[in-house]
T-cell receptor, first 112, second 111 residues
Framework: EAGVAQSPRYKIIEKRQSVAFWCNPI?????LYWYQQILGQGPKLLIQ????????DSQLPKDRFSAERLKGVDSTLKIQPAKLEDSAVYLC??????????FGPGTRLTVL | DQQVKQNSPSLSVQEGRISILNCDYT??????FLWYKKYPAEGPTFLIS?????DKNEDGRFTVFLNKSAKHLSLHIVPSQPGDSAVYFC??????????FGKGTHLIIQP
């Protein structure tokens, strides 16, 4: 069974630029999550999708971050414009019916 | 406020001995607890979980204990092996929501 796929693995941008990350969950997993992990911290939930609907986006900085999962499968997370403090690893995870979440390898973002 | 706390940033254990990683939580609504293992440049890997209706769950060398009255859980690894060296995250959820993670404990297994 293929795992959660994410791309790109690494991205370096300058502040005020835009960036997008892509995630393809495990086949059949209806629930998809995006997490932000800052160095030295645990992952922090940004947004949770159930199929193509948003379940929880209370911790998503909506003035600059957006996410979509249009067909209920893959998802994109966008930052526009990026700030220095957005430097982090962005993790995508998927789950089947609220069971344990499976994580992708993450995208390491560096904002200069 | 940190709802899931791992107070030991690092832990060093001799190979073959028991490793005990601890985690405390403050949110009484949490009903599902998990441990993840993370190697550098990889995403967290699910290790073991426990529902709030249980106080122990075992899977091979890994056992998780839950003490609801103390809002405390622990992960026991017996015996510890060199491949267990990694960062371990404690995580919790309420009603199948997204996970709340601790800051992690870096476990180092000494030969």
């Amino acid at each position: 069974e293929a795992g959660v796929a994410q791309s790109p693995r690494y991205k370096i941008i300058e502040k005020r630029q835009s960036v997008a990350f892509w995630c393809n969950p495990i086949s059949g997993h209806a629930t998809l999550y995006w997490y932000q992990q800052i160095l030295g911290q645990g992952p922090k939930l940004l947004i949770q999708f159930q199929n193509n609907g948003v379940v929880d986006d209370s911790q998503l900085p909506k003035d600059r971050f957006s996410a979509e999962r249009l067909k209920g499968v893959d998802s994109t997370l966008k930052i526009q414009p990026a700030k220095l403090e957005d430097s982090a690893v962005y993790l995508c995870a998927s789950a089947w019916r609220g069971s344990e979440q499976f994580f992708g390898p993450g995208t390491r973002l560096t904002v200069l | 406020d940190q709802q899931v706390k791992q107070n030991s940033p690092s832990l060093s254990v001799q190979e073959g001995r028991i490793s005990i990683l601890n985690c405390d939580y403050t949110n009484s609504m949490f009903d599902y607890f998990l441990w993840y293992k993370k190697y550098p440049a990889e995403g967290p890997t699910f290790l073991i979980s426990i529902s709030s209706i249980k106080d122990k769950n075992e899977d091979g060398r890994f056992t998780v204990f839950l003490n609801k009255s103390a809002k405390h859980l622990s992960l026991h690894i017996v015996p510890s092996q060199p491949g267990d060296s990694a960062v371990y995250f404690c995580a919790a959820s309420a009603n199948a929501d997204g996970l709340t993670f601790g800051k992690g404990t870096h476990l180092i297994i000494q030969p």
